[in-house]
C-alpha cells in the first residue's frame, strides 16, 4: 500500500506507520505496537484515538486490556469520500469568496467621486496628481480654455505644467476654439502642442485622462473641479475624438 496515498488522505507519518503495524499484527495490545511502529510509547494512544476517529483502527477489551486492531481496509474509501465532501465545501466557499471579490472590485471601479482643488498650490497639485497617473507615451486630452490664456498668471503656471509633461514624455491632444488660435501662437508658441481648432461652441478647460473629467477655471481663485468617473470618462473621450476628426490645424 502506498503511504503516499495515505498522506494524501490526511494521514501522519505516525499514524501510517501505526496503521501498517495494525495491519500486520491483526490483534495486539499497545506495546507491540510501538516496537513495530517504531514510535516513542507515549505516542501510541494518541495516534491510535486520531486512527479510531478516522474509521480506521478500532479495539476490544480482554482481561481489563485493550486490543487494537485495524478496521475494514475498505473504510479508506469513505476517509477518500469524507476527503471529496470537505474539498467540495471548500472549493464551494472559495468560489463564493471570489464572487465577492470580483463583485467589490467592479464596484471599487465602478465608483464615481468628486474632488475640488482650490487655489495656485491647489490647482498645482491636481495637475501633478494628473501627470503621475500617466505613463510615458500616454496621452490626455484637453478642451482648452479660452480668453484666460493669455493671462499672465495661466501662461506661468501652463509654461511650468508643459515643461513638466515634456520631461515625462507625456502626449497631449487638445482642441480650442478658432478665436483662441492667435493667443496660443503668441504666448505657446515654443511649446510642442498637438492642437487643432473648431467653429464649434466647447466646453474650455476640460481635462480628460485616465478615468477622470477634470474642468479648470481660472478666475480670482483658480480651481479645479475632478470626476472620476468611467462612463463620464468614456463619454468626453468619445466626444472628444468626434471632435477632432472634424476641427482643423
Known sequence: ????????????????????ALLELDQASATPIVKKADI???KVYPILE???KKG???????NNVKYFQASDPKNL???????????????????????????????AKEKQEATIYEGLEGVKAAFNNMLSMLKAGEEYRVFTLGEELGRKDLI????????RRIQRKIKIRLIGN?????????????????IRYTNYKLPTGVFIFKNNVM???????????????????????????????????
Not at 478658432?178 to 498637438?194: C, S
Not at 468614456?234 to 472634424?246: G, I, V
Open 1 to 20: 500500500m502506498s503511504k503516499e496515498i495515505l498522506e494524501q488522505l490526511g494521514l501522519s507519518k505516525n499514524e501510517i506507520k501505526v496503521y501498517f
Open 77 to 107: 474509501v469513505d476517509l477518500l469520500n469524507e476527503k471529496e465532501k470537505q474539498i467540495a465545501l471548500q472549493k464551494k466557499k472559495i468560489q463564493e469568496l471570489v464572487s465577492k471579490i470580483e463583485k467589490k472590485r467592479k464596484l
Open 215 to 249: 474642468t479648470v477655471i481660472w478666475g480670482d481663485i483658480p480651481t479645479a473641479f475632478i470626476i472620476y468617473s468611467k462612463k463620464n470618462y468614456e463619454y468626453y473621450k468619445t466626444f472628444f475624438e468626434e471632435m477632432w476628426k472634424t476641427a482643423k490645424s
Open 156 to 163: 506661468r503656471f501652463l509654461q511650468k505644467h508643459h515643461q
Open 178 to 194: 478658432k478665436d483662441i488660435k492667435t493667443l496660443v501662437k503668441r504666448y505657446y508658441k515654443k511649446i510642442p502642442l498637438n
Open 40 to 42: 516513542p510509547n507515549s
Open 50 to 52: 486520531k486512527l479510531i
Open 56 to 62: 480506521l483502527a478500532s479495539y476490544v477489551i480482554k
